[in-house]
Structure formats: C-alpha cells, structure tokens
C-alpha cells in the first residue's frame, strides 16, 4: 500500500471533489447576507464603477480556499484571474514582497461586499492546509507508512471548508460526520453495558458497508474490541512507548485492524508515535486552535 506522501501525487485538483451546485453555494450567500443584514454605507461611498483589486498573500504557507473565494466573487458578479491555486505555496520571499495571487475585477461596491468573506475563508483555510502540510512532510520525513488525519473537532457551519482544507495540505479528513463511520467511544461502551454489546448492536444496522472504529484505552479494551469485530482500533491518550508496545501486539494477533493514535498528539511530539504498527494518527489540533494566514485585498 502507498504511503500518504506517496499518494500526493494523486491529489491534485481537489476542487473537483465540491458539489458543483446546492448547499455549498446557498451557505456562502447566506454568509454575505450576514455581513450587510441592512445598509451599505461603504457601498454608498464608492458606487458602482469599475476597479481593480489585488489580492495579496502576506505570510508564508500553503494557499487554500480559493475555490470558495471563486464562488464569493462569482455571486457578487466580480471577474478574477488567478496566478496561484489550492495547494500552491506563498514563499516567505513571496510574502514578504506581498505578491498578488489574483486580480479582481467589477464593480467597486460588490469587490468590497465580497472582501471580508473571501478573505475570512481564505485566511482560515490556509491555516489548516499549512499545518497539514507540516504533518504529511513529518510523516514523509520519518519514511512511515500511515496517515495523519484530522478530527471532528470542526467548527460547525464551517465543517465542509476545514475538511477540504485537510485534503489540500495533504493529510486525511477523518470521518466527515456521523453518518460516514462508526465510532464508538466511552459513553456508548457505557451506555450498551460492553464494547462487544456496542459493536454487535452497531453492526446490526451498519452492515457490511459501514467500517466500525472502537475508542481503547488499554490492550483488553482494544483486545475486546477486534474480537467483536471492529475494523479500527484508536489508542488513545496513549505515551509513544505505551502505543508502540501494545500496537505491535494488536498487529501480530489482529493484522488486518487499522491502528490509530489520538489524543494530545502535536507537531513536537508526533514523530515519535510514527511506527511500521501505527496506521493512523489523528489530530484536534490540525482543526481547532490553527493559525491563519494574512491576506488582504487591494483596490489599485
């Protein structure tokens, strides 16, 4: 099986991976109604003529959300050229001279409506895919076969757009909501008496096309948990010594189970919970607390 890093070379053009039409769209247009509920004074201000604005990348990292920008700028009417696109990078050269990533084109009024949601999108997409990218080079550099994957820890609203961003910088989306996967953790195992009772009463409606991940916090949980049936085993809150023992046991008796690490991981730390028995690696982080990257837009 490829590597993650390895499959990057598949992922490419990840916009192609948007609904072209429906909900995406609608939310965003429900975004711009937010910003201007009632009057436009600013718009009042500068009318409808013609300019050009600059869009301008001001720190270094990986650029994304221009797929959404596109949909902002297309609903106010506006034309743009782009000379860069999701995935790309800015350079620190090319921060610090704040080059331009697009050109805006139409009318005043509606290129200063559509700024601040662009921008806010953009700001935190790039964030994301950033960090991500951090990971997945981690990861390349440590030659580990896995994959680093964010978490559910989304914001909601928002969810669809910091999924994507994972993708873009190059690491997993983990499962995209509660629907897509089982996952089952302390309060269901408490809840259904026993982690086998919680499997077993999951795979009753999940069938043969719905993968069951079970939360372990010691070997006989997780022990527990393959023996049921479940396709995923997450370690979690795991020491890197702690995981690495107990992973390689679950491999050698369970060698078709999926191995993920979470809890508490971050980029110091991750390196040392990359092993030939760790599958996975799944971080909050990647999606919760992410810097964002400075760009603003520039009428010339």
Known sequence: MKSQAELSEYRVDVGNILPPIGD???????????DVPSFDIGGFVVGKKEETALLLGKSPGVICGAEFAKIVFDIMNLRVEWYKNDGDKITPEEAKAKKP????????????????????????????????????????????????AGTRK????????????????????????????????????????????????????AGFSSKIEVECSTYAEAEEACKAGAEIVMLDNYTPEELKVDAKKLKDN???????ASGGITEETIASYMS?????ISMGKLTQGYGALDFSLKVQ
Do not use: C
């Not at 995406?24 to 937010?34: F, N």
């Not at 499962?175 to 026993?194: I, P």
């Not at 030939?276 to 996975?280: E, P, R, T």
């Open 154 to 205: 989304t914001t909601p609203g928002f969810s669809f757009i910091e999924k994507y961003s994972l993708l873009v910088g190059g690491v997993s989306t983990h499962r995209l909501d509660l629907s897509q996967m089982t996952m089952l953790k302390d309060n269901h195992v408490l809840s259904a008496g026993s982690i086998s009772k919680a499997v077993y009463k999951a795979r009753s409606v």
């Open 254 to 260: 369970f060698p078709y189970v999926i191995i993920e």
């Open 101 to 148: 990533i697009a050109k805006v084109t139409g009318e005043v009024r509606s290129i200063l409506l559509a700024e601040r949601t662009a921008l806010n999108i953009m700001a935190r997409s790039s964030g994301i895919a950033t960090e991500a990218r951090k990971m997945r080079d981690l990861g390349k550099a440590e030659k580990w076969h896995g994959e680093v």
């Open 276 to 280: 030939d028995h760790v599958d996975v």
């Open 24 to 34: 995406v769209r609608d939310t965003i247009k429900g975004w711009l109604k937010t």
